[in-house]
Nanobody, 120 residues
């Protein structure tokens, strides 16, 4: 079993910063890709940022230049540093991990999500 747990959400003011963390645990052999998506009220889920196990990153246009995704392979953890936050960044943020277990099975796991609210 592989579990993914996000943390670090909360309330921030416009122009402020927050750092989200995502920890994957269980019988993990390798994680190929970790990513963050978000879903605002009444909107579809949007892919925000992804990072490969080779640290190649990709961002949505809406967060490029403001958000930075990183990962610690030794800890099976991903981070999303969010700067210059805007009201439209308000959403539930979900972490995703894709990889292979020690038994050779592929996995594609999502966390429960963490709420980010940007408001003055």
């Amino acid at each position: 079993q592989v579990q993914v747990v996000e943390s670090g959400g909360g309330l921030a003011q416009p122009g402020g910063s927050l750092r989200l963390s995502c920890a994957a645990s269980g019988n993990i052999f390798s994680i190929y890709r970790m990513g963050w998506s978000r879903q605002a009220p009444g909107k579809q889920r949007e892919l925000v940022a992804i990072i490969s196990n080779g640290a190649v990153t990709n961002y949505s246009d809406s967060v490029k230049g403001r958000f930075t995704i990183s990962r610690d392979n030794a800890k099976n953890t991903s981070y999303l540093q969010m700067n210059n936050l805007k009201a439209e960044d308000t959403a539930v943020y979900y972490c995703n991990a894709i990889g292979r277990t020690t038994r050779g099975y592929d996995f594609d796991k999502w966390g429960q999500g963490t709420l980010v609210t940007v408001s003055s």
